[in-house]
T-cell receptor, first 107, second 112 residues
Framework: AQRVTQPEKLLSVFKGAPVELKCNYS??????LFWYVQYSRQRLQLLLR??SRESIKGFTADLNKGETSFHLKKPFAQEEDSAMYYC?????????FGPGTRLSVLP | ETGVTQTPRHLVMGMTNKKSLKCEQH?????MYWYKQSAKKPLELMFV???????ENNSVPSRFSPECPNSSHLFLHLHTLQPEDSALYLC???????????FGPGTRLTVL
């Protein structure tokens, strides 16, 4: 079965420090990868998708097919980035979410 | 209202009650989903509907019963729930099955 792994359940960094949220997937075809974010008391929402190659709120993610990874990065974390982050894989008619990483940005 | 809406936003029920959660999407999507979100399992897929037909049922207990009368509406009927069913229930939709999903705000369910 296709899988998405996020090895860290919780990641704590200090404000202004770089942050990297790891995501690995298992799929042999052409995947579509996404990052979703859920801020406290807000709905789960799409942060970015790999096909757009965009930067949202300072976050970027590059698809590395060789390493089957789609890590989310931001050079300088802000306190408002504290949230739950889910990596997701779309393949064919299926869509699977990873277990999520809770990012806590400390002042 | 645009996007995906869910009602009620909060629900408290006893173990012998029967209640229903409602989801409505105004995006013209053809696929709809129910998820359970709890501290134990952050995002657990329950049911998938595509063109009003149930295409996935992830070993969910029969005390949860979904209904999709049309492509815009999705219900989750609840009866004889257990306290461990207390969680945030999220509805989502996508243009077609497999595309990126758009989520509702969720229903916070507490079973006493």
């Amino acid at each position: 079965a296709q899988r998405v792994t996020q090895p860290e359940k919780l990641l704590s960094v200090f404000k202004g420090a770089p942050v990297e949220l790891k995501c690995n997937y298992s799929y042999s075809g052409s995947p579509e990868l996404f990052w979703y974010v859920q801020y406290s008391r807000q709905r789960l929402q799409l942060l970015l998708r790999h096909i757009s190659r965009e930067s949202i709120k300072g976050f970027t993610a590059d698809l590395n097919k060789g390493e089957t990874s789609f890590h989310l990065k931001k050079p300088f974390a802000q306190e408002e980035d504290s949230a739950m982050y889910y990596c997701a894989l779309g393949y064919g008619q299926n869509f699977v979410f990873g277990p999520g990483t809770r990012l806590s940005v400390l002042p | 209202e645009t996007g995906v809406t869910q009602t009620p936003r909060h629900l408290v029920m006893g173990m012998t009650n029967k209640k229903s959660l409602k989801c409505e999407q105004h995006l013209g999507h053809n696929a709809m989903y129910w998820y359970k979100q709890s501290a134990k399992k952050p995002l657990e897929l329950m049911f998938v509907y595509s063109l009003e037909e149930r295409v996935e049922n992830n070993s969910v207990p029969s005390r949860f019963s979904p209904e999709c009368p049309n492509s815009s509406h999705l219900f989750l009927h609840l009866h004889t729930l257990q306290p461990e069913d207390s969680a945030l229930y999220l509805c989502a939709s996508s243009h077609v099955r497999g595309n990126e999903q758009f989520f509702g705000p969720g229903t916070r369910l507490t079973v006493l």
